[in-house]
């Protein structure tokens, strides 16, 4: 599958049109819906394939935040052999009482996978753990760039950012 078919495959099954309101609490005439292409085995399996290209020699794991980075995630590390872990939005408070779930060590080289991106606040929030807990964020990747400022405030952070498409690639138009 070539880059502009998946583009195609994730705007088919993913976009939606009407009165939205986004997790940053702005509004939005449409919607990308991770789920809807997360879910389907050939777009996942693309998805993995391109996270993939940003793994670099020294990174040793993978991190998507729950819920939408996890299938992401799973599909990067079975694309690279190199484990992940799964970024909590807040610590669970039984059992372990953990903020990641899998194993992070410390010193860790990390590749965070993101689903899409409009401020990067949770992105963010993700690196800002992962940073605290001695690792290392070499890069953040988004599927989709909404192009609706999470550049910048993923840079304006200090972190490298990349999306493997923007809301213009998909055939968006923003406004």
């Known amino acids: 599958m070539d880059r502009n078919e998946l583009a195609r495959m994730i705007k088919g099954a993913a976009y939606l049109e009407g009165d939205f309101t986004l997790r940053s609490g702005r509004k939005s005439k449409y919607y990308l819906d991770k789920y809807r292409f997360e879910t389907q085995p050939a777009i996942l399996r693309a998805l993995g394939r391109m996270f993939a290209e940003y793994v670099s020699d ?95 405030a993923i840079t304006g952070a200090g972190f490298e950012f990349d999306s493997l498409f923007t809301s213009g690639d998909l055939g968006i138009k923003i406004g």
């Open 58 to 152: 020294s990174t040793t794991l993978i991190a998507g935040a729950e819920l939408g980075g996890v299938a992401l995630a799973a599909a990067t590390s079975l694309e690279t052999g190199r484990p992940f872990i799964i970024v909590r939005n807040a610590k669970k408070d039984y059992g372990t009482s953990n903020l990641f779930e899998g194993i992070m060590d410390p010193g860790a080289s990390v590749l965070l996978v993101e689903d899409i991106a409009t401020s990067g606040g949770q992105v963010l929030e993700a690196a800002k753990a992962i940073k605290q807990n001695d690792g290392k964020v070499e890069r953040i990747v988004a599927v989709i760039d909404r192009e609706e400022g999470a550049r910048d």
